[in-house]
DNA sequence: CTTGCCTATGCAACGAGTTGCATAGAAAGC
DNA sequence: GCTTTCTATGCAACTCGTTGCATAGGCAAG
């Protein structure tokens, strides 16, 4: 149940109402953990209703009322003992990578555009949190000395940072790795090479 | 519904049981696609019902009969359709990193010792894979030029080596932010965190 | 000979996450 | 005037995934 204690963590860094939570998980701290509205909307009224989070009812001109939640004294009750508990270690969940192995039963060649529009989905993400960097802690504008929220933000962001890069560097393993094997396909058209698949069909 | 597929391909590369199943779910294949053996069997049941998939009851002595299952035709479209749409570039999720921003409002030195854990845990994996590799794909008895398959099962590998080095730098880093603000405040416990005048970087 | 582990399959209940749809006022473009 | 976009919240239905439990024979250790 960590989509609470992301929650937790986001609204303690700044209270907000469920539609800023749902932009919020769009970038910042949705790099890391992702959710759509409909899970926030109803884990927020869960919490609410369990009294970890306080609301307020914000009336705004020009736009829709709005509902601030904030963290109750209880809320952060949970999130340290959250904090104290440990964790597994994450298993990924690398879909592309199902579909590289099961490119051996087809046409390796055909995954080569998909493979690149990964490459080039990753390497959009990376300019991004790069540009989130230098706006908020390497660049000129940024406070000069980090307070200890900001140190772990940051380290945090780095570590999307290498995630993308060694993905991007995959991504092109991949695809020398998936040329390769259609030049080998090519240059030996008649002979029964790879495709561990079948003999003949 | 990515299970459906990873199972395809695990089945394609050899046919096996549910039990078989969850079992190459907890390496190979699993490495990049978790499931508990629950989910293989109602999965396992659906496909078969839908005809993607055959099934064999194999009589064993000295244990429970099985139920060996194998991909039939429909099930080789059904994956070589899935092979050509396009998928999402994954999101990851990264319950640790929601912990260590967390930290912020608790004390982030006692996150070290979960810090640590999880290095310990991605330095097995990353043995782990390595000995793979060794085994499978560079050591003196792998086979010597690989298979379309095998070729493609060694770049993935590649990608949970890549991934779990970064993996292990990173927390590394993590550990030497965590370092660096525990001596922060020791050294200026008692000023208020970021306002400080201490820059000690 | 009992306890615990391994193979092997499965049900039931629950919680997490996704998709489609609905509402509703204000602003902005055509 | 019409459509689209943005803010803002929410229901309903569904699928995906987890946890706990149950069964059942064989094997090995104590």
């Known amino acids: 149940m960590a989509l609470e204690h992301a929650i937790l963590v986001s609204l303690l860094e700044k209270p907000g ?17 992702t959710a759509t509205h409909q899970q926030i909307y109803r884990v927020l009224k869960r919490m609410e209703s369990e009294g970890v989070l306080a609301v307020l009812e914000v009336p705004q001109q020009g736009r829709p009322d709005k509902k601030e939640y904030s963290v109750a004294a209880p809320g952060r009750a949970v999130l340290s003992q959250w904090l104290h508990e440990p964790i597994e270690p994450e298993s990924i969940r690398h879909e592309l990578a199902v579909k590289i192995r099961g490119a051996a039963f087809d046409d390796p060649a055909a995954l080569v555009d998909e493979v690149r529009r990964h490459h080039q989905a990753h390497s959009d993400r990376l300019a991004r949190y790069l540009a989130g960097e230098l706006r908020d802690f390497t660049g000129p504008d940024a406070p000069s000395p980090l307070d200890t929220g900001q140190e772990l933000q940051h ?15 995959w991504l092109d393993d991949v695809l020398a790795t998936l040329r390769g094997l259609a030049a080998r396909a090519g240059s030996t058209a008649a002979s029964r090479d790879g495709a561990s698949s079948e003999p003949s069909a």
Chains 1, 2 share one sequence.
């Open 17 to 33: 109402s469920g539609y800023e939570l749902a932009r919020r998980f769009e970038r910042s701290i949705g790099y890391f953990w």
């Open 155 to 169: 380290v945090v962001l780095r570590g999307g940072i290498a995630y993308e890069r060694m993905t991007i560097a």
